[in-house]
């Protein structure tokens, strides 16, 4: 057997073989894509000296014996247009956002004030109940970013918060990576489609839509989703009829029965043991240069091994750098671990303790409760046991 962490550089290294092409989209447009290339400030954040607060722009020297009244010459709004100067010993009301007024150091909230909240008619003068130091609630231009400063750098995967980065700094179009294309096939004789009635023998088909979605949500886009049976001929035949693609996943056909289609095919796909629970038999290559990674079949094999090979190779494939998000958590009770194998198990996270998903633990087949897992939980191959209060390294999935 070899290690997880040996055979996922395995995997990794087929992205070398593919170069998935740069496209531009709108900012808003962007989320859950790859950054191409590194984004620098347009302009300055914030890009003019505003107030932090509704309130009256002031020089702080002129209400540092407050209470104090002075008159109001104009006001300033979060919008363009003119704005008086604050003179000595006058005001300018300005609202949360507004440009500072030429003259003013700092800005008196409106509660300090004897001016009501919310809209109200200019005054013609106010009276400031509260001193305030020089640069009190006024946000400098560039406080945040100066021109030219690094935002964003390539391989970043694009969220909401990174969008608004990007607009905020005068960016409308992003480059981004092209999507990895993939296909996925699931293989065995037995496999029917869902919600077709079971002749004996037969089982639905929960592989192919799990490897397709769980692919979808690794930023991929499924061109083609098929299912073959224990023929490798025709298994070898639907293969080359896929459609263009950047990698290829399967499912089943790898492990050392004597229906094994997919190990088979023969060529430059290779196949191993890895010392992982569940997961064990796994095969990668390329197929006329095109990576195929095959998975066993088993849905929860799929399901962990998708996670742990599948996704750093789509990252890699699309130029993605995925921050490790490391999660722990205390196991609610004890459970058994194979010797020499790292365990994948599917717990449910409630924030304070985990738990295995299923009441059976770790079964491979044990497709029907694995949608209540928001985890895998990893124990290490050194270990034949969890205890209960163990903590535990825990994978998002």
């Known amino acids: 057997m070899i290690s997880v962490e040996a055979y996922r550089e395995r995997v990794v290294a087929l992205a070398a073989a593919r170069t998935p092409g740069v496209e531009t989209v709108a900012v808003e447009a962007a989320a859950g894509r790859v950054l191409a290339e590194d984004i620098t400030a347009r302009f300055a954040v914030p890009p003019f000296d505003n107030s932090a607060m509704d309130g ?19 006001e300033s709004a979060a919008s363009g247009g003119s704005i008086p100067e604050v003179r000595p010993r006058s005001a300018v009301r300005v609202m949360t956002g507004g440009r500072l007024p030429p003259g003013a150091d700092a800005v008196v909230p409106v509660e300090s004030t004897d001016q ?46 990174a969008i608004a980065a990007a607009a905020s700094v005068g960016h409308g179009r992003l480059e981004v990576s092209r999507r990895p294309r993939v296909a996925v096939v699931s293989t065995g004789a037995e496999l029917v489609p869902a919600g077709m009635a079971l002749e004996p023998g037969q089982i639905p088909d929960s ?20 299912r073959s049976g224990d023929d490798p001929a025709a298994l070898a035949a639907l293969l080359q009829d896929l459609p263009e693609v950047d990698v290829i996943f399967t499912s089943g056909g790898v492990s050392a029965g004597a ?10 796909l290779d196949f191993c043991s890895v010392a992982m629970q569940p ?7 390329l197929l006329d240069g095109v990576p195929l990674v095959a998975f066993p079949g088993n849905p929860v094999s799929v399901f962990v091994s ?35 194998r790292r365990q994948y198990l599917p717990v449910i996270d409630d924030g304070n303790q985990v738990r295995p998903s299923h009441v059976r633990g ?19 191959e050194e270990q034949t046991s969890v205890s209960a209060g163990e903590r535990l390294e825990l994978m998002k999935v």
């Open 259 to 268: 229906y094994e289609p997919v190990r088979q095919l023969g060529g430059t």
């Open 56 to 74: 009256f722009a002031v020089r702080a020297e002129d209400v540092a014996g407050a209470p104090v009244v002075l008159p109001v010459v104009g």
């Open 306 to 340: 998708f996670h742990v090979f599948g996704v750093p190779l789509l990252d890699a494939l699309g130029g993605a750098f995925r921050r490790p998000a490391r999660r722990f958590g205390l196991a609610a009770h004890g459970w058994a671990s194979p010797s020499g």
């Open 116 to 161: 009501p909240s919310g809209a109200a008619v200019l005054p013609g003068s106010v009276r400031i109940d509260r001193a305030v130091a020089a640069g009190a609630n006024v946000r400098r231009r560039a406080d945040d970013l100066a021109e030219g400063a690094m935002v964003l750098r390539a391989g970043e995967l694009i969220g909401a918060a």
């Open 279 to 285: 997961g064990k038999p796994q095969g990668c290559g």
């Open 362 to 380: 770790s079964g491979s087949h044990l497709i029907a409760s694995l949608h209540l897992a928001d985890a895998l939980a990893i124990v290490p």
């Open 207 to 226: 592989n192919s839509p799990m490897l397709a979605a769980l692919a979808a949500d690794a930023g991929a886009e499924v061109v083609a989703s098929r």
